[in-house]
């Protein structure tokens, strides 16, 4: 267990945001974990806790004043064999990115379109991580976890965990509650591309793959391929992925959008609901490649999606680029952007920031 006391994060945070907390522990089991949760309530009290994955999908406002818990669980391991099924047990601190490409070098699909997500295991089940057509949900046999106030060990079966874009009962009503340990994954032997998503076939064929030769590991390729053409690399620029949802409108407010605003895209959810590119309403309100008030704080030039720390952005200048965008959004198109991006406030409120 290493621990660590007035801590800089900005190695913790891929929008490289200069804070500090007043202590970071990183576990390397459960046994650790369990240890730092005894250390928490022994010495921290009131303090809050915060419990971190790879930091690529949190905006810190200002300096922690609390405990920060890292998971360096590590462990791949298969639990189980059913036909062309594979289980995988893996754990929580473990690169994503690592557990898709080892996948794939055994032969085990499922996970290529999602090759290139930054962040760890353990929160690719909190978050329903999603790319190209697939998210994790579908693929979850399993999640472990460890409660943050008396360290007891619960599990979930894939079907309770509440899967849905980009939710689940972790982000919902147990937010905050359990720090994940293990997930387990059905993974399968048999490999069944999935190239509907706009982009994948054409990318496929100016790299000069076809269909019928193509393999996981090319598919693999294609995709971080098409991830390198449109979203910024924290380890260059930092950011956090897409830092808003994608919104759902209902059916009836889709058709008064197309004719208010003709080529709005729209993908259809279900029978009654479409979900509206964030992307396409942020660079219709003129946000695209645009600073906030002169500051680092920016939206990228390729993907307005995401918004960009172009080098010493505060957490605040961040924020205030994000309320401006929803508030245009707001205004000109009447949807509310919510933003995917976790935001750590003191106390969870943004009210209390101190903008210098
Ligand atoms: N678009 C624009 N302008 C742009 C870029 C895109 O208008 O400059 C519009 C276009 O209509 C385009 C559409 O946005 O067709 C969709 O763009 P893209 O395929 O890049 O996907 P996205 O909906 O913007 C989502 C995920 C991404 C994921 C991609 C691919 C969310 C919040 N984001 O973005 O996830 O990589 O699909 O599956 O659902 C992440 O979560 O960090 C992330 C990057």
């Known amino acids: 267990m290493n621990i660590y006391t007035n801590c800089s994060l900005l190695h913790y945070n891929t929008f490289g945001i200069q804070v500090r907390a007043d202590m970071l522990v990183e576990y390397e089991s459960v046994g650790e974990l369990k240890q730092a949760l005894a250390l928490y309530h022994e010495r921290m009290g009131e303090k809050p806790l915060l419990h971190i994955g790879g930091g690529s999908n949190l905006l810190f406002l200002c300096d922690f004043k609390g405990m920060v818990l890292h998971s360096l669980v590590e462990g791949y391991k298969v639990v189980g064999e059913e036909g062309d099924d594979v289980l995988v047990r893996v754990g929580a601190g473990m690169t994503f990115d690592d557990f898709v490409s080892e996948s794939l070098w055994r032969g085990w699909y499922g996970l290529e379109n999602l090759s290139g997500i930054p962040g760890q295991v353990g929160a690719s089940a909190v978050q329903n991580v999603g790319a190209y057509g697939t998210e994790v949900g579908s693929l979850i046999e399993k999640v472990e976890g460890v409660s943050l106030s008396d360290g007891s060990q619960h599990s979930w079966k894939g079907a309770e965990c509440g899967y849905a874009y980009r939710q689940s009962i972790f982000k919902q009503e147990l937010a905050g509650q359990y720090a994940i340990t293990y997930v387990t994954y059905r993974l399968h032997r048999t ?3 999935q190239l509907e998503y706009g982009g994948v076939r054409q990318a496929m064929a100016e790299a000069g793959f076809s269909e019928d030769t193509l393999t996981a590991m090319k598919l693999r390729q294609v995709i971080l391929f098409i991830r390198r053409q449109k979203l910024p690399d924290p380890a260059v620029q930092g950011n956090a992925g897409s830092f808003f949802m994608n919104p759902v409108v209902s059916k009836r407010e889709f058709d008064s959008l197309c004719r208010r605003f003709p080529g709005i895209p729209g993908y259809r959810q279900g029978e009654d609901a479409f979900k509206v590119p964030a ?11 645009r600073r906030w008030n002169d500051s680092p704080a920016a939206v990228h030039d390729r993907q307005p999606l995401v918004l960009v720390n172009k080098g010493g952005a505060r957490g605040t200048e961040i924020l205030h680029l994000c309320e401006d965008i929803q508030t245009d959004v707001k ?18 409120d943004l009210d209390d920031i101190d903008d210098d």
Not at 279 to 289: D, F, P, S, T, V
Not at 331 to 345: C, D, P, Q, S
């Open 331 to 348: 205004k000109k198109f009447g949807i509310e952007l919510r933003h995917e991006v976790n935001i750590v406030a003191p106390e969870g």
């Open 279 to 289: 992307a396409w309403l942020i660079e219709q309100c003129g946000w695209k490649g």
């Open 191 to 193: 490999f069944r591309p």
